[in-house]
């Protein structure tokens, strides 16, 4: 049997019910999730193949740890061999502790199934290569990767069960949460569309938010442009910074310098503005514009809207 | 405060990458390695900003073999005060996490700091794996953390936003950008560090969960389609018939 934890603060993610169907080629899943979702959305994850949702209402979450010990209870009560994970924020927290719990081995950031021998492949070296793991132990971690796997609907909503775990005391006391509304987080996004230092200053990053919001993008950039104060360090993409796989990323006034492509060449497609015919970036680039920014983005702003309007 | 930052061995950012032993093996040929950004910039120079404000140590630790000694000086040359290397070669992220688990065991820290992830295997898994394996409390993705008493402040990274949170010590805290800035070490500080403590300890039984067996590179991009700047409309269409990405 394959557990499957879900994150469901925030609603259930495109990247859970990849989850949930990347889980249900292993075998038969039951979903695992916590806090205050209504049933009816909870029970959506039915329809990727979860026979059915447990959710214990009394966990927050606040402290991963508590979250390592309800899943933990639960794989044993379900007689769960493997674990999966969404490889966001959350998982990234929870399943490490859980490995050394269940005395699991742990495959993170998982961008396939496991082949006839049992090795899965992740993206190692910044995304420079891949390698293929194999786990040795009897009980399985696996957290997959976002965008590495269509969501399949296969059946109906599933039931929803409430259950009461010994999650322990927080150790971890939450003083403020600040969440930016309207913004689209940028680890999750489907669109992203980033810039560097051929902007040349803070203030002509006007037409680049509009481009995102025209789009329902998110923003990035490079890492010296959140150096120098232009931008906020979130947004700092590249192997330093928060490696990202969009279905589209857009890159103006980039260079494309090795440490940059690192946290970025998994996106599906690129499209590259440059002035320079000679940027780097545009040997990773499916869709290369060389053109000023200044020129070419409002351009773009304009073709959008008339895209929309049709 | 009394503080352990865990570092790691990483093959410099412009290394080009590639394998050996019929693709089971990372070709150090040639490859020049350097402490884990993430353990260097901001968990280590973090903790030397709370010791110089208020005082303790800063110990390091790595596991590895003797070759990890060159990273381990320059981590000495910024600042660390001394250093420990478990003498074995990890094999995978329990097995290192477990083997600082037992060392931090034997030596009281109130606090112990990793960087996020590795830029060679990206698994951002030693943190919680040491938490777990201490049983302290542990603080993901950490961007600010301040110390006071002994009550520890950290912002963290969650979905959608940031969080300040609070935990008495001793923690883990993994550390991600904004926490602080690189430093470069000075002469004076590569002097020192060449006769600053580096402790070798035996590294204890512990099984390894996970095996890399083999390594491929990714399939090649297909060629780059260049469109005229006049012609936004294009591009446009393209992404949406072609790409099907809007
Ligand atoms: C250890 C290490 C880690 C690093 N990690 C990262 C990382 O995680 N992420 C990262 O991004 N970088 C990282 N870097 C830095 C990286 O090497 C590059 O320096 C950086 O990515 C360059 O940023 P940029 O492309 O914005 O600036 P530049 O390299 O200065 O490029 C600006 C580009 O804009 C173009 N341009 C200029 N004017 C215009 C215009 N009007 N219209 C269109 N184009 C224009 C130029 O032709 C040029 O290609 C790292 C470096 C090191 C040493």
Known sequence: ?310 | MNILVCISKAPDTTSKISFSDGNTKFDENGVQFVVNPYDEWYALVRALELKEAGGGQVTIINVGGVADDAIIRKALAIGADNAVRIDTEPKDAYNAALQIAAYAKENAFDLILTGKETINYNGSQLGGMLAEGLDLPFVSLATKLDVSGSTVTAEREIIGGVQVVEVEAPAVISCAKGMAEQRIPNMRGIMAARTKPLTVVPAKEIDDLTTFVSYEMPGEKSAVKMIDPESMDELVSLLHSEAKVI
């Not at chain 1, 859980?98 to 090795?119: E, F, Y």
């Not at chain 1, 390698?131 to 909503?157: D, T």
């Not at chain 1, 309207?182 to 996004?189: K, N, R, V």
Request: with cysteine; glycine share 10%; hydrophobic share 40%.
């Open chain 1, 1 to 310: 049997m394959i557990l499957v934890y879900i994150n469901s603060e925030n609603g259930i993610s495109k990247a859970s019910y990849e989850a949930i169907t990347y889980a249900n080629k292993l075998g038969d899943v039951v979903a695992l999730s916590n806090g205050s979702l209504p049933n009816e959305e909870l029970s959506s994850m039915g329809r990727y193949g979860a026979t059915k949702v447990i959710v214990d209402r009394a966990v927050n979450g606040e402290d991963q740890q508590q979250l390592v010990r309800m899943i933990a209870e639960v794989a044993a009560s379900e007689n769960a061999d493997t674990v999966v994970f969404v490889h966001d924020i959350s998982g990234k927290a929870v399943a490490p502790m859980l490995s050394v719990r269940m005395n699991a081995g742990l495959v993170s950031g998982a961008i396939s199934l496991p082949d006839d021998s049992g090795a899965i492949a992740v993206n190692v070296f910044s995304g420079k290569a891949i390698g293929n793991v194999k786990v040795n132990s009897a009980s399985k971690i696996i957290s997959l990767l976002p965008n590495s796997l269509p969501p399949e609907e296969v059946g109906e909503n599933c039931s929803v069960e409430e259950v009461s775990t010994q999650a322990g005391e927080a150790r971890i006391k939450v003083l403020s949460t600040k969440k930016p509304e309207g913004e689209i987080p940028l680890p999750e996004a489907e669109l992203v569309v980033s810039a560097g230092r051929g902007l040349k200053g803070p203030e002509n990053w006007g037409m680049v938010e509009e481009l995102a919001e025209k789009l329902g993008a998110a923003t990035a950039c490079s890492r010296p442009v959140a150096d120098i104060g232009w931008r906020p360090h979130h947004e700092h993409v590249g192997q330093t910074g928060v490696a990202i796989r969009p279905n589209l990323y857009i890159a103006i006034g980039i260079s494309g310098a090795i440490q940059h492509l690192a946290g970025v060449n998994g996106s599906k497609v690129i499209v590259v503005v440059n002035t320079d015919p000679e940027a780097p970036f545009f040997k990773a680039a499916d869709y290369g514009i060389i053109g000023d920014a200044f020129e070419v983005v409002p351009r773009l702003n304009q073709a959008i809207e008339k895209f929309k309007a049709s």
